[in-house]
């Protein structure tokens, strides 16, 4: 049996791959950027992630991906709001189709719902990620709280440990009910959020935050932070049902 070799937190970049087998390889968190790969087998490849200016055999696949994702899902399009109504627009479409998710959860086993499918997050690790979205976008950057971190909330997994004033509590384990009970005061405050913000607001900077914490003690443009929360929201949404699909077929 072939030995597996992990590269984890690696960078490989400006290398040269020549006649390398990747034949069952995993990749994770992985970036690409002005990269070429010429006469590539790619066979049985499945490619899960943000997809920019991506050439195929001379075409431009970004557009027809993402139109074909549009035609399957017609609620992607409101993924795109440019001004505040269109937000407040997208923002109950996000509450109603994690609801229908957390439904389907609650027919699971409870120890399924910290069961990670292929490597990837469980149902409450993502749950627990998304009340960190919030605080970091929202409470931090936007609200300018200097202290807004849940210690329930979970960090993007590149984060370093050492990141000042954010929870790093990895083995956490709480209830779906106990974390519910936090993701539903989060997702009220975003609502409340949006009820308040104009157009003058969304094109305006944040005041930096001079506390220690994440998002860096910068200034980001309100658009950003309100775009962030809402695809963190979505995407997360589709991997967790796409995991919830497997769990769903192993307890039957």
């Given at each position: 049996m072939?030995?597996?070799?992990?590269?984890?937190?690696?960078?490989?970049?400006?290398?040269?791959?020549?006649?390398?087998?990747?034949?069952?390889s995993?990749?994770?968190n992985?970036?690409?950027?002005?990269?070429?790969?010429r006469?590539?087998?790619?066979?049985?490849?499945?490619?899960?992630?943000?997809i920019?200016?991506?050439?195929?055999?001379g075409?431009?696949?970004?557009?027809?991906?993402?139109?074909?994702?549009?035609?399957?899902d017609?609620?992607?399009?409101?993924?795109?709001?440019?001004?505040?109504?269109?937000?407040?627009?997208?923002?109950?479409?996000?509450?109603?189709?994690?609801?229908?998710?957390?439904?389907?959860?609650?027919?699971?086993?409870?120890d399924?719902?910290?069961?990670?499918?292929?490597?990837?997050?469980?149902?409450?690790?993502?749950?627990?990620?998304?009340?960190?979205?919030?605080?970091?976008?929202?409470?931090?950057?936007v609200?300018?709280?200097?202290?807004?971190?849940?210690?329930?909330?979970?960090?993007?997994?590149?984060?370093?440990?050492?990141?000042?004033?954010?929870?790093?509590?990895?083995?956490?384990?709480?209830?779906?009910?106990?974390?519910?009970?936090?993701?539903?005061?989060?997702?009220?405050?975003?609502?409340?959020?949006?009820?308040?913000?104009?157009?003058?607001?969304?094109?305006?900077?944040?005041?930096?935050?001079?506390?220690?914490?994440?998002?860096?003690?910068?200034?980001?443009?309100?658009r950003?932070?309100f775009?962030?929360?809402?695809?963190?929201?979505?995407?997360?949404?589709?991997?967790?049902?796409?995991?919830?699909?497997?769990?769903?077929?192993?307890?039957?």
């Amino acid at each position: 049996m072939t030995a597996v070799t992990d590269y984890l937190r690696a960078d490989l970049s400006h290398s040269r791959f020549e006649e390398v087998d990747f034949s069952r390889s995993r990749f994770h968190n992985v970036y690409f950027r002005d990269t070429v790969i010429r006469g590539a087998w790619l066979q049985r490849v499945e490619v899960d992630g943000y997809i920019d200016d991506l050439t195929i055999n001379g075409v431009d696949v970004g557009p027809l991906i993402e139109a074909e994702l549009d035609r399957r899902d017609p609620d992607r399009t409101l993924l795109r709001p440019t001004d505040a109504d269109g937000f407040r627009e997208a923002w109950p479409v996000v509450v109603r189709r994690w609801d229908a998710a957390v439904q389907r959860a609650r027919s699971l086993p409870e120890d399924a719902l910290h069961e990670r499918v292929d490597g990837e997050w469980s149902f409450i690790e993502t749950l627990r990620h998304l009340i960190f979205v919030t605080d970091a976008w929202l409470l931090r950057a936007v609200q300018g709280n200097p202290a807004p971190f849940h210690p329930l909330g979970l960090v993007h997994t590149e984060m370093p440990v050492d990141t000042p004033a954010v929870p790093h509590d990895t083995e956490a384990r709480p209830s779906l009910d106990e974390i519910l009970a936090v993701r539903t005061e989060r997702m009220a405050t975003v609502a409340r959020a949006l009820d308040e913000l104009t157009d003058e607001q969304l094109d305006a900077m944040t005041r930096p935050v001079l506390e220690p914490g994440y998002p860096a003690s910068e200034s980001y443009a309100v658009r950003r932070c309100f775009t962030t929360v809402l695809n963190e929201e979505w995407l997360h949404r589709e991997y967790a049902e796409r995991d919830l699909g497997r769990l769903e077929g192993q307890s039957t």
